[in-house]
């Protein structure tokens, strides 16, 4: 329950019994400060986590079991943490993030997985979380990535796997340290602000299946060549308004909706097939 075991300072190590279904307010709250190469396991059957559980808790990796449903402020805003397993299949949408928004001494996650039978990624789920410093895979199970689920995070590079139809709004706004993007085969649609401000480099193809792109989706990226698959049938204003960006490729033989500045405000060259139709 609430505050259970709060401020026990000599707490050791702790096992969680695998029966157990709810994590109270600030359950574990400052205990354990000491206890560097902690691994804290919270077992599958456990469905709810609240808010500042495990705050102020030294915990070095982080397993949350696959029926997480509701995760509390700050829940784990645990201190000298390295590695974070996430295998809640299908936990909800986050009022408020779960892992303190400044960084924290001695905290650096090197190692994020997310499990192969994760089918949402809920939003905020990683908001501003500055020291989530390391590349990310999305597996195929994943469907949708939920609103500023890695907004202003500091992840380096994504790769996104084929079951992702949505990458929701803000997704992974002003992660500007991710460099390196690999969008998934059967992505339909890229969200409002999905990339803004990331600094993705070189050229970007999207896949096949791309049919929307929401507005100021690739916003102030490095992107210098995009190349955009045969299904876009809407671009949003300023999707694309990149300073460095040289060319466009689009394979739609119906032309799509383009909203205003959609490449920018620069001159450059846009290719389309000859079958293009046009009125």
């Known amino acids: 329950g609430a505050n259970a075991f709060k401020s026990c300072y000599t707490l050791g190590a702790v096992t969680l019994p695998g029966t157990l279904l709810e994590i109270g307010y600030q359950a574990f709250y400052s205990t354990n400060p000491n206890g560097y190469g902690h691994h804290l396991v919270i077992p599958d059957n456990v469905i709810s986590v609240g808010a500042q559980a495990f705050a102020s808790v030294s915990v070095y990796e982080l397993t949350i079991g696959t029926s997480v449903k509701n995760i509390g402020n700050r829940a784990f805003d645990c201190d000298n943490m390295h590695i974070i397993h996430y295998n809640a299949t299908d936990c909800n949408d986050l009022a408020s993030p779960p892992f303190q928004l400044n960084r924290k001494s001695g905290r650096n996650i090197n190692t994020l997985t997310i499990g192969e039978n994760v089918e949402y990624i809920p939003a905020k789920l990683f908001y501003c979380f500055d020291d989530l410093a390391c590349d990310v895979v999305i597996p195929n199970s994943v469907t949708r ?128 097939p000859c079958a293009s139709l046009c009125d």
Request: charged share 15%; hydrophobic share 45%.
């Open 145 to 272: 990535i939920g609103e500023q689920a890695f907004f202003d995070a500091s992840v380096t590079s994504v790769v996104i796997g084929d079951g992702c139809v949505e990458i929701g709004e803000w997704a992974f706004f002003n992660a500007h340290y991710l460099t390196s993007l690999k969008l998934g085969k059967g992505l339909r649609t890229i969200g409002e602000s999905a990339l803004f401000g990331c600094h993705i480099d070189s050229d970007l193809v999207l896949p096949d299946s791309l049919e929307v792109v929401g507005y100021a989706a690739f916003y102030e990226n490095n992107l210098t060549s995009v190349h955009i698959g045969p299904c876009v049938s809407f671009m949003d204003s300023e999707a694309f308004m990149i300073y460095d960006l040289q060319s466009v490729f689009i394979d739609a033989t119906v032309p799509p909706i383009i909203g205003a500045y959609t490449f920018g405000r620069y001159t450059m060259p846009i290719y389309v």
